[in-house]
Each structure stands twice: as structure tokens, then as C-alpha cells.
């Protein structure tokens, strides 16, 4: 999800009365909110889970357990400056450390969450497995869940008590769960659907306004569709299905350029709907590796990677008879 989300979560948590437990109360629900995304700065360093975004920081060893209690310690760190030097009001909350850990822990915990629901996915067993999970119930940004959030907080604030701050995250948390189930209808309905797939990934990705659309896109023996779901249209159906598109991940000439370049590699590892593309010159060959999933013209070109290939005298002579 976007950071704004992640906030408003952070923050509605600290508006239910949370944030007068202790000092810093409030910056370790946001800041322990965004936390994970901290991966974003740590793209060249040579350990995977850490380098890869949505990795380590956000499965449940580095972002749920070891992640919250440095945030806690930082914090105590500040307050401990700032009480040295008289920067601390008089009407502040005491500083209870306990209290400080247990809010750092609970935002913490809301990330992957969150992170969980789009299509991006998250490597919640990182750095144990390099396994990705998603349950398709929101788009990365949901206008729906900003405004939840963004209302309770502000009528929490104006009226001084955490109940509107309370209804707002329930508000949400409902919404989140009937777009899971909303998902599994989709997937359901796919497989109800002619020609009767049977896939072995599925994606069901919400629209962010029209929350009950669903883009359905699966992978079958090398093949990749599309279709539409609404289930104001039908509940057991979905429509508009796009002509199959081949992967081309099993080509021998994919499958070396697969392993050609560190890029490629970093890319595939992240991929979940890998295709490729591939352009023949005389001597050479180049693949474009993209990601299904992010497929769109206006989202294409931050989603692929090339690597180009030279082939030897054999296939050169080979491609050179077929132009």
C-alpha cells in the first residue's frame, strides 16, 4: 500500500487513545506504520531478502520481530535527549518503555498486513522462503480506506475521544475482508467459466473507485489471460476475455538470457508473471523480460528488463534464413 495509507493506519491506531500510554506514543504508531518500506534504500546491498522490496523488512521475522523493538530503542533514545536538554513539555505523558515497544510492535504489524492485500504481494516468510502471498483485496491505493481512515481520524481529533478513531479502523477492516471475499468469488467464477481453466496462479486485482471490479489474470501451461469479473454483472462468470498470450519463459533462448545478467536475475526473483519478449538481430538476440501484472502502457516501462544475448555461428546462420 502507499505510505499515506500506512500512516492514516498508524495514526488512527494512536487516535484511540493509544498515543497517552507514553511519550512518542503517537510517532511509534506511524513511524513503526511505515517502517518496512525502509527496504526502498537498501536496493545494492548483496543480501537478497534485505535488497529485494517486500522481502525481509516486511515478513514476519524482520519487520514484526526485530524491526519493532530498534524503532522502540531510537525513540527512547530521542526522549532521553530531548529530556536532557528540557525540550519535553510539562504536560507530556510519562515515558513507559513497555508501552513505547508494544505500539511499535502493533504498527509494525499493520505493514505487511496492508501489503498483503494488493497484487504487489509480500514475502511474509523472508528471509526463510522466498515465497510471495497475496489475497487480491485492495488496490495499492484505495481512495475507500483513505477516506475511512482519514474521517475517523479527524472526528477523533475534534472531539477529543477515541471512538470515531475505533469505528474508523473496523469500517476498514470490514471493507478489506469483503474484498477478500469478493477475490475468491472472482478466482471461483474463472474456473466456472468457459474454457474452464486450471491455473496455476491467479491475481485478482480490485479497481481502486469501482472496489468490486475485478482484472482476473492467470497463468496456465505456458499461457497467460485475461478477463474481466463485477459481480453486479455475474457472480459466476467472469467476461471479456482476452485472447492467450505465451510466456515464452521455456524458449532456449529466454531461458539463457534468464540467467544472463544480474538485473534479469533480481528481476525474475520478483516476478510472479514473468513473459518475455524477444527482438532478433543477425548475430544477436535481445529479450525483454515484463511482469504481467504490471502490464499497462503508463506501468510497462518501470516493470521490464533486458539482457542481450549473441548467438553462436550455428544459430546466427539459423536466424539469418529465416529473416
Avoid at 511505515?34 to 534485505?50: E, K, Q, R
Avoid at 524491526?67 to 513507559?96: H, Y
Avoid at 511499535?104 to 504487489?120: E, I, K, S
Wanted: glycine share 8%.
Amino acid at each position: 500500500m502507499d505510505n499515506l495509507t500506512h500512516s492514516l493506519v498508524g495514526w488512527a491506531l494512536a487516535e484511540t487513545g493509544l498515543k497517552n500510554r507514553t511519550r512518542k506514543g503517537l510517532g511509534a504508531c506511524v513511524l513503526a506504520a511505515n517502517m518496512p518500506d525502509i527496504d526502498v534504500f537498501f536496493g545494492w546491498v548483496p543480501w537478497a531478502p534485505l535488497a529485494m522490496h517486500r522481502g525481509f523488512t516486511h515478513g514476519l521475522v524482520g519487520g514484526v520481530l526485530v524491526m519493532p523493538l530498534m524503532l522502540a530503542g531510537l525513540l527512547w533514545l530521542l526522549d532521553r535527549w530531548q529530556g536532557a536538554r528540557g525540550r519535553i513539555s510539562d504536560g507530556a505523558p510519562p515515558m513507559r518503555f513497555g508501552w513505547l515497544v508494544t505500539l511499535c510492535y502493533v504498527g509494525a504489524l499493520t505493514h505487511p498486513l496492508l501489503d498483503l492485500q494488493n497484487v504487489y504481494a509480500v514475502q511474509l516468510m523472508s528471509p526463510l522462503s522466498d515465497r510471495w502471498f497475496h489475497t487480491d483485496g485492495l488496490f495499492i491505493v484505495s481512495p475507500w480506506l483513505l477516506a475511512f481512515l482519514g474521517l475517523g481520524i479527524w472526528m477523533a481529533w475534534r472531539k477529543g475521544k477515541g471512538a470515531p478513531a475505533i469505528a474508523a479502523l473496523v469500517a476498514a477492516f470490514a471493507f478489506i475482508l469483503t474484498n477478500i471475499g469478493i477475490s475468491r468469488m472472482a478466482g471461483d467464477a474463472l474456473r466456472m467459466s468457459t474454457p474452464y481453466p486450471v491455473p496455476d496462479r491467479v491475481f485478482a486485482s480490485p479497481e481502486p473507485l469501482f472496489f468490486w471490479r475485478r482484472e482476473m489474470l492467470w497463468r496456465q501451461d505456458g499461457l497467460i489471460g485475461r478477463a474481466q469479473y463485477d459481480p453486479l454483472r455475474s457472480l459466476a462468470t467472469v467476461h471479456d476475455h482476452q485472447p492467450l498470450l505465451a510466456d515464452r519463459m521455456a524458449d532456449q533462448l529466454v531461458r539463457r538470457a534468464a540467467i544472463a545478467t544480474h538485473d534479469v536475475r533480481d528481476f525474475l526473483a520478483w516476478s510472479q508473471m514473468p513473459f518475455a519478449m524477444i527482438e532478433r538481430r543477425k548475430c544477436a538476440v535481445t529479450v525483454t523480460f515484463g511482469d504481467a501484472r504490471f502490464a499497462a502502457p503508463s506501468m510497462r516501462e518501470n516493470f521490464n528488463v533486458s539482457a542481450m544475448i549473441a548467438l553462436n555461428a550455428a544459430e546466427c546462420a539459423a536466424t539469418s534464413a529465416t529473416r
